[in-house]
């Protein structure tokens, strides 16, 4: 087995390689979504530097208790010789105690015009706000129980498998180790990196699209 580095968007990612065959899709990811198309991890034709980095909404809980935030760091490929999908998240960031207490959230991806109410879900914690009952967006139940969003263009599910914590002596770049330092001083404790294997993936269907 070899090893491979990978620096994303800010979080250095360790990726375990070895020269079996890409692991099988898992079968509740093949499950039906209204107005979408269930499709494999390797089948995914979105670039991930650019879907990421225009910010994207990890959601978790359930549909009378979830809540949802927008990210914009993150990647997916293959851990421990299964799809992945990986995110850095502050300590103190209230979907992560969902995420913790589900152990399953979704990523939604979305076209440019949905921009605004994208970033609706950063703009202020759910925990001391009702950000979850302002938002515009149509909130739709995976067959697995997650949540996630209609308008997305593309959806992931994911169930945790790995939440570890960094320390700025894991940074070796002067900007990024600031970064970690000042996420600590707001949360009181080192941001979480999250890795889910990915049970789902969702590719909205063309006749949906032009709805």
Known sequence: M???????IGATIVVACNNSSAPEMPETALSQL??????????????PFRRIGDAFLITAGVDADYNTMTASWGSWGIFFNEPTTTCLLRANR???????????????FFDEQYREQVMHFGLIS???????KTHQLTVLTTP??????REASLIIECELIQ??????????R??????????????????????????????????????
């Open 34 to 47: 209204d107005g979408f198309v269930a499709i494999a991890p390797s089948d995914i034709t979105e670039s």
């Open 163 to 172: 939440l570890t914590t960094v320390h700025p002596d894991d940074f070796f």
């Open 94 to 108: 209230y979907t992560l105690e969902y995420i913790r207490r589900t152990k399953t959230y979704t990523l939604a």
């Open 2 to 8: 070899k090893k491979t580095l990978l620096s994303f």
């Open 174 to 211: 002067a900007d990024d180790k600031a970064f970690i330092v000042g996420g600590y001083e707001e949360a009181k404790d080192y941001h979480k990196l999250v890795t889910g294997k990915i049970t789902g993936v969702w590719a909205k269907a063309p006749s949906a699209a032009t709805r």
């Open 126 to 132: 759910g925990r001391n706000s009702d950000k979850m």
């Open 144 to 149: 697995a129980g997650n949540i996630a969003y």
